[in-house]
């Protein structure tokens, strides 16, 4: 599917809901009755699961799987897997400044980025009707599974040069991966930054703003978007910084209100978010969903640059009754508007 990104963006900006664009892939092992360690393992697997998602569902583009251990796992960090949940990065690789300046950068294609490279490559074969978007994760976070996420925090108050050499290789890596999800035709990608939704504004600004944006720099154009992903309950107090990065589109989690963040944004940029993840695509009934994903919906109507979205990735064990629910409420809002807009 050859398009222009930047023109699909600006299609989803009017009167009416565009549709939805959940964060929405590891669900699909149900759908194959795979487990999730197979799914990481395969890229057969990872296309057949976004296949099946695509054809299951109107969500306005196809993302490949969020696993925010893959990029720390190239570096060389130890990954604990799972069969039925998302791997997670286990201790640190980096406690000293000489270790930092010994840290290797490694080429796109390590450990199993070359599996979700070659699973993107292969989606864009088979889904042809809507965009294709990788995940990555963005610098402070992966910068974090290097350090230690606690330990970062800390970093930024008692070494902030340690952090920043780790950061600056963070950002040389991220370039080079979406760089190579680029070549391999990928319509771009949604950055997880969720560990810079833990800091302060003043210190997202030095610690992520500029490293996100070096990225966007070096990969965003027309034909491929960043989209900013992040889920901490401090975004609606950088909205500045966030701005900053340049990124073509934000996505929110579910701890701020979506109304009241669509207000430090541009009407001409896509914004998106945010059903809970936790408590309605996993805990939640068929009709609860539909209530929320309406409230949001009705609350947000008047933004016409908002996108109906998961809150966060929806984990692999998310009910597909409450997730074919939320479409069934997002078609219904589209169909028959909003019982009035917002005050």
């Known amino acids: 599917m050859s398009f222009n990104t930047k023109q699909w963006l600006d299609s989803l900006i009017g009167d009416k809901p565009a549709g939805a664009l959940p964060i929405l892939s590891f669900p699909c092992v149900q759908l194959l009755g795979i487990s999730?360690?197979?799914l990481i393992f395969s890229d057969t697997y990872q296309v057949r699961g976004m296949k099946a998602v695509a054809?299951?569902?109107?969500?306005?583009?196809?993302?490949s799987l969020m696993d925010l251990s893959v990029e720390a796992e190239a570096f060389g960090s130890d990954v604990r897997f799972f069969d039925h949940e998302i791997p997670c990065v286990t201790g640190r690789i980096v406690t000293t400044e000489e270790e930092a300046d010994a840290l290797r950068i490694p080429e796109p294609g390590a450990g199993r980025t070359e599996i979700y490279l070659r699973a993107a490559r292969k989606a864009l074969q088979?889904?042809?009707d809507r965009p294709v978007l990788a995940g990555i994760i963005g610098p402070f976070s992966l910068a974090g599974r290097l350090v230690d996420v606690t330990e970062a925090m800390i970093l930024c108050y008692e070494n902030p040069e340690l952090i920043k050499k780790v950061l600056d290789?963070?950002?040389s890596f991220l370039i080079a991966y979406a760089r190579a999800y680029k070549r391999e035709g990928v319509h771009g990608v949604i950055m997880a930054e969720p560990l810079a939704g833990l800091l302060s504004p003043a210190l997202a600004h030095e610690f992520s703003e500029p490293y996100v944006r070096r990225i966007?720099?070096?990969v965003q154009d027309d034909g491929f978007v960043v989209v900013y992903h992040n889920c901490g309950g401090s975004t609606v107090r950088m909205p500045d910084?966030?701005?900053a990065t340049g990124c073509g589109a934000y996505h929110f989690g579910n701890a701020v209100s979506m109304r009241e963040i669509l207000k430090y944004f541009p009407r001409d940029t896509v914004v998106m978010g945010n059903v809970d993840p936790a408590a309605q695509f996993v805990g939640g009934t068929p009709e609860g969903i539909r209530a929320e994903t309406r409230r949001i919906m009705e609350e947000c109507h008047d933004y016409r640059n908002f996108v109906i979205s998961s809150g966060c990735d929806i984990p692999p064990h998310a009910k597909w009754e409450n997730i074919d629910a939320f479409f069934e409420a997002v078609a219904g809002f589209s169909s028959g508007g909003a019982a009035g807009a917002p005050e």
């Open 126 to 128: 088979v889904i042809r």
């Open 36 to 38: 999730v360690r197979e």
């Open 216 to 218: 966007v720099d070096a």
């Open 169 to 171: 290789k963070a950002a």
């Open 241 to 243: 910084s966030i701005l």
């Open 55 to 63: 054809d299951r569902t109107p969500s306005l583009a196809s993302v």
